[in-house]
């Protein structure tokens, strides 16, 4: 009976034994679990940020680049044309020789312009030409176009489409931009500025005109600028969409300032919130940052800078597309809780299932006398040899 009892009290263990060991396995596969489900959303949130976003980013980057310089090309063509460069050719050829006297001259015409608002002979005399009839024309072709004006060597107005602030442009920077040393000159295009006469946001693009459609070995007689609505610019990065949260914003490095995003209330109303976190990841040469807004959401974020050379440069523009982490994060946290729920159900699966054998296979044994069998076969055996 001692060892019948030895014997039911051993394999009365056995469930036990497997409780043990999921006892103390178990916190070790689900931390090594938890810490494997760590790694790989840092590595996806690395990869959303870097990938993900920062390829939206870097789109939208190349695609404002590509806008901006289709826009600066047609403002090329538009002071190549032989008309608008004799006219300014026919202006240089107008003044004295005496540099002092022409600006002298300038000056006090300007004077008189500005303090009359463009209400004098001159100003009238100017936008009637058949250049500035041109200049009009031109506008009609594209409805970003607010404003184009034409200046001669000296800076002054030769044609426009409208009556201008003042007559001397060259105290203007986009005007010094574009003229240069007057042998070269430059492409020049403004950041966004609020223009009363466009009613809006625009930009303003400048570049040389040349005496001779010869760009090598032509000098510079006067400069183009035409004044266009940013709306398209805007547009652009409005469209950007990615999830329920995911947009894009147009950021100046420099201040901090939101220049366009997703909506109207965006364009040059507000400061970006994660500027300093933003500078930190350029600093670092990170592709991607989270950041918290005021609201105390998170954000997942990559940025592009504007491409490089150009033209004209952007350098003090960056694109940022970012997401709201919930969003970004929800399938990696939907993982997460079913790896865990797969692992607790492997658990309490193997506990049922090592019951389930203790009850099947291991109590049929309990119930069985090894030693009256082992009796009984021997005296079975006897009785068959005696036969």
């Given at each position: ?178 003229f240069g040393d007057g042998e070269l000159g430059a492409l ?151 790896l865990i729920a797969f692992f607790i159900g492997i658990g ?40």
């Open positions: 009976m001692a060892q019948e009892g030895r014997r039911a009290r051993l394999v009365e263990l056995e469930p036990r034994l497997v409780l043990l060991f999921l006892a103390i396995g178990g916190p070790f596969l689900l931390v090594g679990s938890l810490v494997i489900l760590s790694w790989l959303r840092g590595e996806m949130n690395r990869n959303l940020g870097d990938d993900f976003l920062g390829g939206a980013a870097a789109d939208t980057a190349r695609y404002l680049d590509t806008y901006l310089l289709n826009d600066l090309t047609n403002v090329s063509v538009i002071a190549s044309v032989p008309t608008l460069r004799g006219a300014v050719k026919t202006s240089n050829r107008e003044y004295p020789s005496d540099p002092e006297r022409i600006r002298d001259r300038l000056l006090q015409w300007d004077e008189e312009w500005v303090e009359h608002r463009g209400a004098v002979p001159l100003a009238l005399e100017i936008v009637g030409r058949d250049t500035s009839e041109f200049l009009r024309e031109v506008a009609t072709f594209n409805s970003s176009y607010k404003e184009i004006l034409v200046t001669d060597r000296q800076g002054a107005l030769v044609a426009a489409t409208n009556i201008t602030s003042d007559y001397y442009q060259a105290d203007e920077d986009w005007w010094q931009q574009a020049y295009s403004s950041g966004i500025v609020f223009d009363a006469s466009a009613g809006g946001y625009a930009l303003e693009m400048a570049v040389p005109v040349r005496d001779s459609a010869d760009s090598e070995a032509a000098v510079v007689i006067g400069v183009l600028k035409v004044l266009l609505e940013a709306r398209e610019l805007f547009r652009v990065v409005s469209a950007v969409s990615l999830g329920n949260t995911g947009h894009a914003l147009l950021l100046n490095i420099d201040d901090g300032k939101v220049i366009a995003g997703r909506t109207s209330e965006d364009v040059m109303q507000r400061q970006y919130e994660g500027i300093a976190t933003l500078r930190d990841a350029l600093a670092e040469s990170r592709k991607s940052f989270l950041s918290r807004d005021q609201d105390g959401n998170v954000w997942v974020a990559s940025f592009a800078r504007m491409p490089e050379p150009t033209p004209v440069s952007y350098r003090n523009w960056v694109v940022l597309v970012q997401q709201e982490a919930r969003e970004a994060q929800a399938p990696m946290t939907m993982a997460t809780v079913y309490l699966l193997v506990v049922l299932a090592s019951l389930y054998l203790h009850w099947k296979l291991v109590r049929p044994v309990r119930e069985i006398d090894l030693r009256e069998e082992m009796d009984r076969l021997v005296a079975e055996s006897g009785e068959g040899s005696k036969a």
